[in-house]
């Protein structure tokens, strides 16, 4: 037995030292790893996009949800009303931030003379997040385009890049674009 166990050492040794296994070993690893990885389920309805150029203000009940559909409206030609603007105008409320009510975010949102408000939200629980985001147009105020991303299992770590990666699928999905590999981003900060 010790000699048979000697010689498979032997016969192994110089295959496990080959650059190859050790590719080979890595992309298993690495494919294992990702395929055990949550997926992100995302939908989206839509009846109107907004043409590049056009106004559109952000509200939201997360800051890293408002940043992450700020970036990625821009990204698209969009002109954006921040938050903190519409927030200036919410004086009266003793916590602007938590202001829930929709039809006060669109009054404050119509004196800027925004064509859209986009309101996004996360819901649920943190180590399985989902968000939601909502365009209304203005002064209509019926829904422009809708969608809504969640992760299909709780995350061990959660972190706060996942809830920029599940906004950015719920808005792909909402505007009926590709969604972008896990490898890529989806916003780039630019500064401005």
């Not at 203000?57 to 519409?86: A, C, D, F, K, N």
């Not at 916590?95 to 404050?108: C, F, G, K």
Request: charge should be positive; include cysteine.
């Amino acid at each position: 037995m010790q000699r048979e166990i000697v010689m498979i050492n032997n016969v192994l040794r110089p295959i496990l030292r080959s650059r190859k296994i050790h590719w080979l070993l890595g992309v298993l690893i690495f494919g294992a790893m990702t395929a055990c990885s949550p997926r992100i389920v995302a939908e989206g309805v839509q009846d109107a996009i907004p043409a590049q150029g056009t106004l559109v203000g952000v509200w939201g009940t997360h800051p890293t949800l408002e940043h992450t559909t700020i970036l990625w409206l821009r990204q698209r030609g969009m002109r954006v009303l921040y938050p903190s603007e519409v927030r200036a105008q919410l004086s009266g409320a003793r916590n602007a931030s938590l202001v829930l009510d929709e039809e006060t975010i669109l009054d404050v949102a119509e004196k800027y003379d925004v064509r859209e408000i986009v309101i996004v939200r996360v819901v649920g629980d943190q180590r399985a997040p989902a968000v939601l985001v909502r365009a209304f147009t203005l002064p209509e105020r019926q829904v422009a385009w809708a969608g809504s991303a969640r992760y299909d299992e709780y995350l061990s770590k959660p972190t706060v890049n996942n809830l920029v990666i599940a906004m950015c699928r719920a808005l792909e999905a909402a505007w009926k674009v590709s969604p972008l590999s896990d490898s890529e981003r989806c916003v780039i900060d630019q500064g401005g």
